[in-house]
């Protein structure tokens, strides 16, 4: 009796065909957000003090807080619509699948935000000029690509190295996007990357605000 012949393949789950832009498009995503908050949010404040105008704004009735907020509220909208557009060109131009919820991307977007707004904030505080705020931006770029995941595996790092990516927000941010994007998973799976972020998102903020805030003193 003939059964027929068995072909046995390995499939890959999620990306079968091995296209590379379904694994690198939503990470160059995260990636673009990182850079336009980092770099804008800690040149914009360089900005005042190199122009003289800082003096001017601490003396007017409004609080530290609310100069924070008028300073970081702009970059945040602006990296939202760069967020919309890029995955709109992800979808529809790569053809990159969107198999999970836009709500629950918002929500990740937004937390990764206060990271990256409180380390752009943080660098403006220690910064003098924008040469100097442009040149420590970079000094972050460069650990937080190389230890994200985003080209190496994290699980093909060195185990020393392997415990500094949990300090970096762009490694959890990867995660989330790319489950969202291509495999379609909920808060039920990326719980853990969500309260990560959160949570040094809140600490990175706070802290910078604070110190900020001491400056402005």
């Known amino acids: 009796m003939d059964y027929g012949n068995i072909d046995a393949r390995s499939r890959n789950w999620y990306n079968p065909n091995l296209y590379s832009q379904n694994f ?41 807080a609310e100069l ?23 979808v529809y131009w790569f053809e990159i699948p969107l198999a999970g919820s836009l709500l629950l991307l918002g929500v990740a977007t937004f937390f990764f935000l206060l990271s990256t707004l409180g380390i752009g904030l943080f660098i403006s505080t220690i910064s003098s000029t924008q040469q100097q705020a442009m040149m420590t931006t970079f000094f972050f770029i460069l650990p937080f690509f190389m230890l994200s995941g985003f080209v190496f595996p994290v699980a093909n790092m060195p185990e020393p190295v392997q415990w500094l990516t949990y300090l970096n927000p762009l490694m959890y941010f990867l995660i989330v996007i790319r489950g969202i994007f291509l495999k379609g998973v909920g808060l039920e799976v990326l719980w853990p990357q969500f309260v990560s972020l959160f949570v040094i998102g809140v600490v990175l903020l706070g802290g910078a605000v604070r110190r900020f805030r001491k400056r402005l003193d």
């Open 24 to 64: 690198y498009v939503p990470g160059i995503v995260a990636f673009l957000i990182m850079i336009l908050t980092l770099l804008l949010t800690s040149m914009a404040i360089i900005k005042e003090k190199e122009r003289g105008t800082m003096e001017q704004l601490i003396v007017t009735p409004i609080r530290p």
């Open 68 to 90: 924070i907020l008028g300073k970081t509220i702009p970059y945040s909208v602006i990296a939202i619509i760069q967020m919309t557009v890029v995955t709109v060109f992800a």
